[in-house]
């Protein structure tokens, strides 16, 4: 499930394009229920490997709709016990951080 969650967020990353953990679920087939909870669970280990790779995050291509163009909260704590991150969930900062890894998301490509 790793390589599609990866192939899904690379192509997301390619034509510079976020989606919601909502059309997340849908693409990668999950089913109900939890469907969100476990996109989030899918996203929190993709970010682990990643982290161990000192990749950057193709989790930050990922939205929700509630939040203005950011991730869910879960990122945000993820990124700050990942060690990369001691700021808020909202605001410049976060905004920073998450256009920051999508820029680095190019080395992927």
């Not at 997340?24 to 280990?45: C, M, N, S, V, Y």
């Not at 970010?47 to 930050?60: G, N, T």
């Not at 509630?66 to 990369?84: H, I, K, T, V």
């Amino acid at each position: 499930m790793r390589d599609i969650l990866r192939s899904v967020l690379l192509s997301a990353a390619r034509n510079g394009r976020t989606l919601t953990y909502a059309k997340l679920a849908k693409q990668l087939a999950l089913q109900p229920p939890h469907t969100i909870h476990r996109t989030g669970l899918l996203l929190e280990d993709l970010m682990r490997d990643q982290a161990a790779k000192d990749e950057p995050q193709l989790a930050s291509f990922v939205v929700s709709k509630a939040r203005a163009g950011l991730p869910a909260p879960g990122f945000f704590m993820m990124m700050r016990e990942l060690g990369f991150y001691d700021g808020s969930d909202m605001g410049a900062d976060a905004q920073d951080l998450v256009e920051n890894e999508r820029a680095r998301c190019a080395q992927l490509l």
